[in-house]
């Protein structure tokens, strides 16, 4: 019997060797967290008015300037004073006059309703909790609010492309290699950053951030998982997450003492570099090199993972000659063209590598209950990580404290990491998932009713509660999608459906920014009815519990649902096993599924 590469792993048992590489990878996620959600602080909404020199030379108080030279409006649904206008007077004439001999000099029976308006030029901002944001920097008001929404909206673009080619480039290249050039682009932009004077260059600034930021983060987590036994993966899976909440945390500690935002920036950005170890202590993934024919690299980071875990070494031949006889997957070549025969034209490759992927794609949609697995994950995803961005960055309409918000919104995320274990292993995976979108729908829907406002404790413990829920919900999709889709679409069709859900988190600042001016209840209200209608949809999903992981279409098809529980697990449907197409389906060919994230 061959000798596979767990059997291996199980010799070394678990030790140091396999705890400092689970250590190294897993510190990145302190650094990735508090970039992912730093437009907290670095953009925050901000109280702006129109600046009047005339008034500032008069002394006068914060006050006295909103009541002698600003209407009144709505913000949020509650009354405020205006922020993009102000009244057309004569402020010279009041420069040297003290505010109680302005109001005498004001005309008799001049009412507000009868002074004209214009549109602010310039705008003062508010200091009392923030020094400067980007916000001020750029003047992100008055009909340029959604720049401020793109800022946060660019940076999760850059983690939806990072992510599929992160996946690509690290089974082509090694995991070690890209994860050292990602972390190093990723610290010369992120300090850049800090100093850019200008609003574009910090845009791709941002997007380069998470894009660097999310391939160090999946190269990472890969090289931990590859490194450890199938029996360590479960708690090496959960725990690798928990940096990731304590950097969450950690930023509004750092924040609280650094209010301005090039600071701030700077802060999270120059620890990094700390992280360069990692390129030095690191191994390379002795998986991959096994499976890129590299054996000499790979027996010589083994026999060095037995010393240091207190193990035996192995026998350098029966090793050597073990890892060349495993039956590995082959990483992807170059698609070149023969040496002795003509190349096809680029634009005939482009098209039909187009063509072919569009065919990969449509593969999810072909047949009933893979379509309907499908279109409820696509969705359930998009609503996951919109809900889940919408609450951990909307401490403006939720709360008046942003720091006390934010460490609150990191510490929801430990026990949704652990707690969701017992309900998933007991419950299933449906139940349990429909279950916490509902709670998180029932949460954000009754804010707006509770009584008391948004300063009562008990408004921030239900905003919490809806933030562990989404949270919770986050963690059973990630399973609960894997199992669904049969083994031969399971990688590409995880991939696909993340990267659809991805769109939500590019939506989310939108919707909190751009509607939430109106009244703050909108977006909460609209994360509520995409969480009920997403309990409803994901109530159509066959549950996995306790089932086989289905291997083909076929075993997909034949999910006990309402209408089909009758199905044998060998009934073929003809739509997926005939025609001339189905003859390149990855369920027929299992090794032409592409590697995704």
Known sequence: MTTSFEDVLAKLESGPWNWLIFLLCSLWGLFGGMQTVATAFLSPVTDHWCHIPELHAANWTKEQIWNYSLPMTTLGGEAHHAQCEMYVREYSLVTKLTWDEALLSLPEGEGESELQRRPCVSWDYDTEVFNTTLISEWDLVCGKEGLKSLIQSIFMVGVFFGAPLGGYFADRYGRKKLMTGSLWVFILVSITGSFSPYYQLFLLCRFLIAFTGNIVYQTSYIIAVESCTARQRGVVGILFSVPFALGVMALPVVAFHVRQWRLLHLAMSVPVIVLITNTILLPESPRWLVQAGRWSEAEKELQRAARWNGRKPFDSSWLLATLKEMQTEEIPKDEAP?????????????????????????VFLRTPVLRRISLVMYFDWLVCTMVYY??????????????????????????????????????????????????????????????????????????????????????????????????????????????????????????????????????????????????????????????????????????????????????????????????????????SATSSV
């Open 338 to 362: 023969e040496p002795d025969g003509p190349s096809p034209p680029a634009s005939s490759s482009l098209t039909d590598t187009c063509k072919g992927a569009l065919r990969g794609l449509m």
């Open 390 to 591: 919408g609450i951990s960055l909307n401490s403006a309409n939720f709360s008046a404290d942003p720091f006390l918000y934010m460490f609150l919104a990191g510490l929801m995320e430990l026990p949704s990491y652990t707690l969701t274990i017992p309900f998933v292993v007991k419950f299933g995976r449906k139940a349990p998932l429909v279950a916490f979108f509902v709670l998180c729908a029932v949460g954000t829907l009754v804010l707006m009713v509770l009584p008391g406002g948004r300063d009562t404790w008990w408004f921030l413990s239900v905003v919490m509660a809806s933030k562990f829920c989404i949270t919770s919900a986050y963690q059973v999709i990630y399973l609960y999608c894997s199992e669904l889709y049969p083994t031969c679409l399971r990688t590409r069709g995880l991939g696909v459906t993340s990267m659809v859900g991805r769109t939500g988190a590019i939506i989310s600042p939108f919707i909190t920014d751009m509607l939430g001016v109106y009244h703050w209840a909108i977006p909460s209200t609209i994360f509520g009815a995409l969480s009920l209608v997403a309990a409803f949809l994901t109530c159509l999903l066959p549950e996995t519990n306790n089932r086989p992981l289905p291997d083909t279409i076929a075993d997909v098809e034949a999910f006990p649902l309402s209408h089909a529980s009758n199905r044998r697990p060998n009934a073929h449907p003809a739509s997926a096993s005939t025609g001339e197409e189905d003859a390149e389906e990855p369920c027929i060919s299992p090794t």
